[in-house]
């Protein structure tokens, strides 16, 4: 079947990510009554009318000793724009997480691209497992810029063409480079979602050192402050206890 033919679309760039918290049950009393089970059976079943506050100490005592199911029983659904490259990163969490990503299977993929901002460190520095990435020079961050857009524009003009010629979308899309934005909704639980933050995000407070992808890094940054505002008291305990998943 042959493809529609569209009016030719200028590929647009950018740097930044977009996290959108778009379904949730989820809040500290979650990991209350999930605990309180253990010893109170249906009983536990008031904590839902407490104030969670009063039982921070329990809270902190599982994420201290890793009692971790507790902090199972919640659900977090983000929708989530990033190029194809951090999607591949982070598909490989999948203990915990559900995902549906756009198709270029079904649909025209529309031409958004990442190029990185001034601010992103382009150089890497280092062997392996003990490296740093340092910023680059004005003459890289053009050359990045320049070649970047100039790939992205001959890629998507080739996708294009091979669309209005006929090739179904599942094939034509193979020209296309990981710098294309996708688009998924990702659905966690606050458990899941705490080993991703361990592993994709530097902190401070974290007693084992991560080495992220910045973008992913920026992906779960805004996750996190999304996150932190529904369950502020498991994330509190989560920080106090070296950002280690339970």
């Given at each position: 079947m042959t493809e529609t033919p569209a009016p030719p679309a200028a590929p647009s760039f950018r740097s930044d990510m977009t996290v959108e918290l778009v379904?949730?049950?989820?809040?500290?009393?979650?990991?209350?009554?999930?605990?309180?089970?253990?010893?109170?059976?249906?009983?536990?079943?008031?904590?839902?009318?407490?104030?969670?506050?009063?039982?921070?100490?329990?809270?902190?005592?599982l994420m201290r000793d890793r009692h971790g199911s507790p902090f199972e029983h919640n659900?977090?659904?983000?929708?989530?724009?990033?190029?194809?490259?951090?999607?591949?990163?982070?598909?490989?969490?999948?203990?915990?997480?559900?995902?549906?990503?756009?198709?270029?299977r079904y649909r025209r993929l529309q031409p958004v691209f990442y190029v990185p901002d001034a601010d992103r460190k382009l150089v890497q520095q280092g062997r392996p497992g003990k490296y740093e990435f340092v910023p680059g020079t004005e003459e890289q961050h053009q050359l990045t810029s320049r070649s970047m857009a100039d790939v992205y524009r001959k890629a998507y003009e080739t996708y294009e063409e091979m669309l209005a010629a006929g090739v179904a979308r599942e094939v034509a899309r193979a020209v296309l480079p990981v710098g294309l934005y996708s688009s998924m909704y990702a659905t966690c639980n606050a458990r899941s979602l705490m080993h991703f933050l361990g592993l994709r995000t530097q902190h401070e407070q974290a007693k084992v050192p991560s080495f992220p992808q910045r973008e992913i890094e920026m992906v779960g940054e805004?996750?996190?402050?999304?996150?932190?505002?529904?369950?502020?008291?498991?994330?509190?305990?989560?920080?106090?206890?070296?950002r280690v998943a339970p």
């Open positions: 379904k949730h049950s989820a809040s500290d009393t979650d990991v209350l009554w999930a605990a309180r089970v253990s010893t109170a059976g249906e009983q536990s079943l008031d904590e839902l009318n407490k104030d969670p506050e009063r039982s921070k100490g329990l809270i902190n005592f659900s977090l659904t983000f929708f989530i724009s990033a190029p194809l490259f951090v999607f591949r990163e982070f598909h490989r969490h999948r203990v915990g997480w559900s995902y549906n990503e756009e198709s270029g805004l996750m996190e402050e999304q996150w932190a505002k529904l369950m502020p008291l498991t994330h509190a305990a989560f920080n106090a206890n070296g």
